[in-house]
Nanobody
């Protein structure tokens, strides 16, 4: 089992930057792919970015590509999301997720952290 706790969400002005962190705990965290998702009010949860078990491979959605960077601190089991050039449409609850080596989907989720971008 993996436990995920997000932090770093807050109110920020458009054009600003923010870093979200997700602390992962559990004996086998290094075996999990990890990702960020987000859910805006009244909308479905959407994929933001993911990283491989080693952190060497990453993939981002088109809506954040070039602005957001996902990174993984393997030594401390922390997943980061560096967000630049924030837009009001980035306002959402951001969730950290993990996928185990035998899972077909994202099986572990954090409680979420609120990011609000003001115009």
């Amino acid at each position: 089992q993996v436990q995920l706790v997000e932090s770093g969400g807050r109110l920020v002005q458009a054009g600003g930057s923010l870093r979200l962190s997700c602390a992962a705990s559990g004996r086998t965290v290094s075996r999990y792919n990890m990702a960020w998702f987000r859910q805006a009010p009244g909308k479905a949860r959407e994929f933001v970015a993911q990283t491989s078990r080693s952190g060497s491979s990453t993939y981002s959605s088109d809506s954040v590509k070039g602005r957001f960077t996902i990174s993984r601190d393997m030594a401390n089991n922390i997943l980061n999301l560096h967000m630049n050039s924030l837009k009001p449409e980035d306002t959402a609850v951001y969730y950290c997720a993990a996928q185990g080596p035998y899972d077909s989907n994202w099986s572990h989720w954090g409680q979420g952290t609120q990011v609000t971008v003001s115009s």
